[in-house]
């Protein structure tokens, strides 16, 4: 099985600051690779696929980069409606892990 | 527009099995994988299985290979997972998830499935 290791498990962070959560995958996984925000009692919804292509109607001040083993989001200035746990996903093979997930708080 | 619906909560003695429903609408059921995920609460997010719904075809995890069974109904859009022999860490919101594009683009709304003696 593949292995997604995310970092940090948490992090505080204020409204406008840029934040980056990342993922590494125990091995190659070319770009299936996926983000998602899960906010308190709501389903996950999906943010980037490919590693780096925004789902529809997702604000622009979320990216993705990586490739291979190494990924990482980025949001460019939190919103108050950012704060929430993000996931990383592999779907390059099955079974189709996630990362522990991180979990954006207010400072 | 894609709509996965899924059955209603349920609570469970330990050893008993629980089968939930998720009924998909708004796209052609037969093209995309359907996927079951699940979340122990306060924890991150597990895979359990998939299921082809156009030829019925699964693969589940190795952890829960012996008690999941996921089926389909073509006729009404609908797929199913079955989980047996009840452990109270099987508590947990399981999720029923479309793949389209090598992602989870839709997610049901989640049940919650609570075992208990």
């Known amino acids: 099985d593949i292995q997604m290791t995310q970092s940090p498990s948490s992090l505080s962070a204020s409204v406008g600051d840029r934040v980056t959560i990342t993922c590494r995958a125990s091995q190659s996984i070319s770009t299936y690779f996926n983000w998602y925000q899960q906010k308190p009692g709501k389903a996950p919804k999906l943010l980037i696929y490919a590693a780096s292509t925004l789902q529809s109607g997702v604000p622009s001040r979320f990216s993705g980069s990586g490739s291979g083993t190494d990924f990482t989001l980025t949001i460019s200035s939190l919103q108050p409606e950012d704060f929430a746990t993000y996931y990383c996903?592999?779907?390059?093979?099955?079974?189709?892990?996630f990362g522990g997930g991180t979990k954006v708080e207010i400072k | 527009q894609v709509q996965l619906v899924q059955s209603g909560a349920e609570v469970k003695k330990p050893g008993a099995s629980v089968k939930v429903s998720c009924k998909a609408s708004g796209y052609t059921f037969t093209t995309y994988y359907m996927h079951w995920v699940r979340q122990a609460p306060g924890q991150g997010l597990e895979w359990m299985g998939m299921i082809n719904p156009s030829d019925g075809h699964t693969s589940n995890t190795h952890k829960l290979q012996d008690r999941v069974t996921m089926t389909r109904d073509t006729s009404t859009s609908t797929v199913y997972m079955e989980l047996s022999s009840l452990r109270s860490d099987d508590t947990a919101v399981y999720y029923c998830?479309?793949?389209?594009?090598?992602?989870?683009?839709?997610w049901g709304q989640g049940i919650l499935v609570t075992v208990s003696s």
């Open positions: 996903q592999q779907s390059y093979s099955t079974p189709r892990t």
């Open positions: 998830v479309r793949e389209a594009r090598t992602s989870f683009d839709y």
